[in-house]
């Protein structure tokens, strides 16, 4: 905290010190999400390369002199952050790429990028002395929430839309949550999340509203620089839902940025799903966002009114982006296309950063030349069903040598 030297509203721009406990501005309500500014001078002497070569911790808190909250000993909780970055061996030459990464979150504790965010919800409970802690969520920030709390003896109370997928709901209750069920949107779900937190005084760790998360979720991107030994590539795609994972992203660069780390911040391809996609419709049609249905398998993307779009508009507009929009059935494709080249097993909305790359190179926004980085967001193990619609159906045989020697003759 010694580095920070407060707060900036995102909105009207006024800034706010002192006030460590604010979460969005005063004057702007709800929608005045706050930005947290650094004093950069003062941290450079404490974040070089030199330095994190010899940082033994390999979680996300080896990034910590350059973050919002941190914990005393990493000890208690889990081991977030770390997860690898891969060179694709196949995958770039099926897409038409020369060089191609894809960032593996799902292999995070609860199984995707969220858990970055909710370690810092719970380092900053703690800090706070506040017992529980809440959010809405379409799944794997519930999920990821409720594990990390577990961990550190702290309770949950988790609202999702129904239309959750069963593999988050599994672990929100594995991880003793308390979780409701809200018959209606994921609007429905956060708008009820927020009435439950002021009503009960518990820990607000939605994501669009909470600063902090944020500065959680922005060291995937420290990551991805750290191990592209800080040459940092054209573009980083990012699956979009609420807005808050892009905006970490171009966070996390442009912290690097300030500190003379790394030369440039990459371009950031913010994909959405065509039956979900408000952001991208502003885009195209150079308007205000306005709310859009609900209708994708990508449920982590499946937000019709963002809660950061500030932020998440910023973060293209400033790193020269853009925004696209896929289908269904190409995130579908694209879930399949990794998984069989590369052994990856990501969830659709972690599919739709590849999609996107595709749908990109098809419309000669991507070139072939260029460097580019997908961040899968979760495990796919979180949705079995649409795991399966991408995969195809199994081959069933009756006991007896002569069927399997047709089928693998076949």
Known sequence: MAYIKGYECTICKTQYEGMENLHTCPKCGEKGILEIVYDYKKIKSKFTKAQLTNCTDKSMWRYRVAMSVTPGSTEKYLKVGGTPLYRTRRLGGVLGLKKLYVKDEGLNPTASLKDRASAVAVADAIKMKVKTLCCSSTGNAASSLAGNASRTGHDTVIFVPERAPIGKLAQLLIFSAKVIVVNGSYRDAFEMSQKAIEKWGWYNRNAAINPHLVEGKKTVAMEIAEQMDWKVPDWVSVSVGDGC???GVYKGFY?????????RIPRLLGVQSDGCSPFVNA???????EPAEENTIADSISVGIPRNPVKANRAIEKSEGIWIAVSDHNILKAMKTL???????TEPAGAASIAGIEEALKLGIIKS????????TGNGLKDTKNAMEAAGKPIYIEPDMSELLKVIGQ
């Open 255 to 263: 912290d690097l940025l300030q500190l003379g780390i790394i030369e």
């Open 245 to 247: 994972t892009v905006s």
């Open 283 to 289: 885009f195209i049609k150079n308007k205000p966002l």
């Open 339 to 345: 998984g069989s080249n590369e052994g990856i097993f």
């Open 369 to 376: 030349s260029e460097t580019v980085c997908a961040i899968a």
